[in-house]
């Protein structure tokens, strides 16, 4: 696969959490601008537009609405919808658009008033129908998003002894991160007590397990290596990417290996790069369980180990491998489809050095890995703070 | 879920519209038997249904009733419910059903305590009635000597 020769030039979010005085047009806003004047561009510099559905308004067009509300006069526009990998489907298909020669510097944009739109009912009820399970073979019954995710949790700790202190512990590192993210929605620290005694949402998930649902957007641009090289911040260079999907509802399938198993291959061979050369890891993390199962099948250890590698401080800012060091869905924020943007942004400011309190130290290369469905679709991203 | 609080989410639970891919099933459902899509040319069993077979690619499938015998391959109870419809209902147990035919499915466990559920556990369909349209095949624990 041909290197693309692209770099995140300047990365931007709105204020995340709940932020009640803005429409998801204007967190959209909020964030390209921050964005922009990151990368020290102006909205006429930009010649692309990438962004992806949102739930809480009807858009016919989303890139259309979002390229007109900014004043973008796109040569390339598209709606990326790969549902929660959709946040390095942008980056990785901006990269494409540059490197095919369409245009020269794209900004991808997502994100929505999610929190200050649903009341809890409906945001409960949208979840549940809003196309996960199978509209015809599984809302019948009763499935709420969290008891999918207690399908695959319930049947790893079946075949391989995962406990849910085990997954308690990636809420307990992640809410730590988020507690030095001065943007993140959730900063109290929690213990794994707290998890395990947290209310039972869908066993054996508490709600501690689960992502939250938060107002925000995040904003990125990308552009050629040779133009990122003259601009404002250090570049962040495209190293490699993959793709993966292997079931379409979780009722029909295996449920504890993923089709994250092709994406992180994939990703490493396009960068010639292995886990062990990653100095930390972007991974998604809508409920516990799913950085556990990710963790295993992008190769950073074996199929079953997962419960054990996540223990004893490993996926902790200054452990073996740092996870997901903004805080990530379950506590930075998770407004919809752009929540996994967020990721790429972290990954962004680490490998840049801007991280602060929460730096990773010598960070150089990372891993941020994108899973949508239920861990059903996935894109898988190396960036780098050297081209390849 | 037991058969009082499964009555009692009759009324409001989100039903099955059935379309020209699925109507089989559920017709064949109405009369309490479970057929899921057969290839006639690999004799692969498949569901969801599709319309070509995931092994061989072949259109030529085939409604087949199955033995309605399985194993719970998962399962979880569900303490908050994702609809008013079903909040008389919780905890009851949502479950990945793997039928011996070798295909899996989500269904309802029904006819034992939640708590009582174990991964492997035998099971066998049930069919409740919603409508005179939809009949929610279910699974049940099998009675072991």
Known sequence: MANLRAAIAGIGESRVGRVPDRSALQLQTDAAQAALADAGLKISDIDGLLTTPVRVEHWN???????????????????????GASGCGMIHQAAMAIGSGQCETVLCVAGQNLLTHSTRASAVKSMAEGGSAHPQFEVPYGPLVPSLYALVAQRHMHEYGTTP???AEVAVTLRRHASMNPNAHKRELITINDVLNSKKIASPLHILDCAIVSDGAAAAIVTSAERARDL?????????????????????TELTTTGAVDAGAAAFKSAGLKPADMDFAQIYDCFTITVIVELEDLGFCKKGEGGHFVEGGRIGIGGELPVTTHGGLLSAGHPGLGGGFFHVLEAVRQLRGEAGERQVKDAE???????????????????????? | MTAEALAKVVADRPLPVPDAATGPYWEAA?????????????????????????????????????????????????????????????PYVVAAVKLAEGPHLMTNIVGAAPDAVRIGMPVKVVFQK??????LPMFEPVETA
């Open chain 2, 130 to 135: 919603f409508s005179g349209e939809i009949t």
């Open chain 1, 232 to 252: 404002k911040k250090k570049p962040v260079h495209l190293l490699g990417q993959g793709y993966g999907c292997r079931h379409s509802h979780i009722g029909d």
């Open chain 1, 365 to 388: 290369v990372a891993l941020v890995h994108g899973n949508g469905g239920v861990i059903s679709i996935h894109c898988t991203l190396i960036l780098g703070g050297a081209a390849a």
């Open chain 1, 165 to 167: 202190e085990q997954m």
């Open chain 2, 30 to 90: 109405r009369g309490e038997r479970l057929v899921i899509p057969r290839c006639d040319d690999c004799g692969h069993y498949h569901f969801y249904p599709r319309t070509l077979c995931p092994q061989c690619s072949s259109p030529r499938l085939k409604w087949t009733q199955v033995s309605g015998s399985g194993t719970v391959y998962s399962f979880t109870i569900i303490h908050r419910a994702p609809s008013a419809a079903f909040a008389t209902a919780v």
């Open chain 1, 61 to 83: 067009m989303p890139c259309g609405i979002v390229a007109h509300h900014l004043g973008v006069r796109a040569k390339y526009l598209s709606t990326v919808d790969i549902a």
